[in-house]
């Protein structure tokens, strides 16, 4: 009777095991098949990641000749994240450490204009690199759930709708002197309506300046609303027009613009 007893339990056991089994797999099965495919994304950081390693890879062709050139400054960083479908979300450094965290899939690759924030998988990665192409780790990270300006909305939905506003010029500015223009808040908004870097239709507003060092000077405006910093410059292979991270939007100041403006290191190829 006992080992009939020890028997009947020891199958209960094993039903009891097999039912968790089955239940635990289901689950697992259901999260993979209504989970989204971050594939896409995750290609997208990837090749972020790559496109700076590229820039910050010292020789002839390294940073003035990589993907943007010239010296390296945070409008490097926008214009690369950008170019693969988001959005800079913060930068922050600690000497030659720095760290940039970036919001991906506002645009799918190939795309060319934002998408609804829920219509594309999005994720959110940080990125820190130093000097060399050595230096640069990229990890995922949770997205903001909240709006850093303190404004109810998605993040995602705001930074779709920052770059779906941004002047159809925007990405021609790469390599254009500021040379002619003053370096003055009037001569700023002469800059950009000079060089077509906006358009007639587009509304330059809350323009703020400040020297950031021998001849260059560092602009916070908005365009069409959204915060952008312009590093105006004689020289012809500095990035002087870019859009400032989604922690500096709402307040958009001159002293912001001096920091970002700043170089994250000479440009290696003019090192030799």
């Not at 050595?134 to 850093?148: G, N």
């Not at 300006?149 to 159809?168: F, I, K, W």
């Not at 500015?173 to 906006?198: E, N, W």
Request: proline share 5%.
């Amino acid at each position: 009777m006992r080992k009939r007893a020890v028997a009947r339990g020891l199958l209960y056991g094993a039903i009891a095991l097999v039912a968790g089994a089955a239940g635990v797999g289901g689950t697992l099965l259901q999260q993979r098949l209504t989970a989204p495919d971050t594939t896409a994304v995750d290609a997208q950081a990837a090749a972020l990641a790559q496109d700076l390693r590229q820039d910050l890879n010292a020789g002839f062709h390294s940073a003035g000749g990589g993907t943007y050139g010239g010296p390296f400054t945070e409008g490097t960083l926008v214009a690369q994240t950008e170019e693969h479908g988001g959005a800079l979300l913060s930068v922050r450094s600690a000497g030659l450490t720095h760290t940039a965290e970036v919001m991906l899939g506002l645009v799918p690759p190939g795309g060319t204009t934002a998408v609804d924030a829920d219509a594309y998988p999005v994720r959110c990665y940080r990125i820190a690199f130093a000097r060399g192409s050595y230096s640069v780790q990229r990890t995922t990270i949770a997205c903001p759930a909240t709006r850093p300006d303190g404004q109810p909305g998605s993040l995602a939905a705001q930074l779709g709708g920052l770059l779906a506003r941004q002047p159809d010029t925007a990405s021609d500015h790469r390599t254009i002197s500021a040379a002619g223009y003053d370096h003055t808040p009037k001569g700023a908004a002469q800059f950009l309506h000079g060089k077509g870097l906006v358009s007639a239709e587009d509304t330059v507003t809350e323009v703020a300046g400040h020297e950031a060092g021998d001849d260059t000077y560092a602009v916070a405006l908005r365009v069409n609303g959204v915060c952008q910093y312009l590093r105006m410059s004689s020289e012809a292979d500095l990035v002087p027009l870019w859009t400032a991270p989604a922690a500096e939007q709402k307040t958009c100041t001159a002293r912001q613009a001096v920091t970002a403006s700043a170089l994250y290191g000479t440009d290696p190829a003019k090192e030799g």
